[in-house]
């Protein structure tokens, strides 16, 4: 059974910094692609960072690049987003999330399991 439990979600004000953790159970960690998704109320869940099961390749939404940074460590079974200079239109729960199929080079919402998700909250 898949579980994947975030930690590090909570207030800050614009401009400051958090870090998401996502550890993940009940796969082989290192042969699955990982993303972080993020839904604001009234909005459509919406994918903001991806790293494919090497670590080789990395999407991020236009909106944080520069800003945002995904990692895993596979040793932990840990997927990270590093979120520097933080601003109110990023205030969302974030969900980790999980690909379905191992060793596919990206991640889409219509086949990863997911996390419970963690609130972010960025006060101007």
Do not use: H
């Not at 614009?14 to 159970?25: D, K």
């Not at 596979?74 to 974030?94: C, F, G, H, I, R």
């Not at 980790?96 to 991640?107: F, G, H, I, L, W």
Request: charged fraction near 15%.
């Amino acid at each position: 059974q898949v579980q994947l439990v975030e930690s590090g979600g909570g207030l800050v004000q614009a401009g400051g910094s958090l870090t998401l953790s996502c550890e993940a159970s009940g796969r082989a960690f290192s042969r699955y692609s990982m993303g972080w998704f993020r839904q604001a109320p009234g909005n459509e869940r919406e994918l903001v960072a991806a790293i494919n099961w090497s670590g080789s390749r990395i999407y991020y939404a236009d909106s944080v690049k520069g800003r945002f940074t995904i990692s895993r460590d596979n040793a932990k079974n840990t997927v990270y987003l590093q979120m520097n200079s933080l601003k109110p239109e990023d205030t969302a729960v974030y969900y980790c999330a999980q690909s379905q199929n191992p060793y596919s080079s990206s991640v889409s919402a219509e086949a990863v399991d997911w996390g419970q998700g963690t609130q972010v909250t960025v006060s101007s």
